[in-house]
């Protein structure tokens, strides 16, 4: 059975930092791509960041600088060191896995940026 389960979600003050983890469990990790996407309140789900098999990785223009993906194939798991926190970046944030065998989401976990 295929779970992908976020956690690290939380509360931070702007200019803060979080780390966000994803599990995965019931596929091949190391074969499948891994992305990190967001939705805030009344937006449209955006793509975050992407991690490649290969550990190339892409970022939003938006996060570019402030965010770091990771991954670790021995503990299949994947990472989103999210530094410099702004308010802009409240939201449910979701892991991805995408794959030969289909793609697989998460339940989100919750960012909330405020002072």
Known sequence: QVQVVESGGGS???GGSLRLSC???GFTFSSYVMNWHRQAPGKQRELVATI?????ANYADS???RFAISRD???NSVFLQMNNLKRDDTAVYYCQANGLGGEYWGQGTQVTVSS
Not at 52 to 56: A, D, L, R, S
Request: aromatic share 12%; no cysteine; charged share 10%.
């Open 12 to 14: 931070v003050q702007p």
């Open 23 to 25: 599990a995965a469990s």
């Open 52 to 56: 490649f098999t290969t550990g190339y």
């Open 63 to 65: 996060v570019k600088g």
């Open 73 to 75: 194939n021995a503990k």
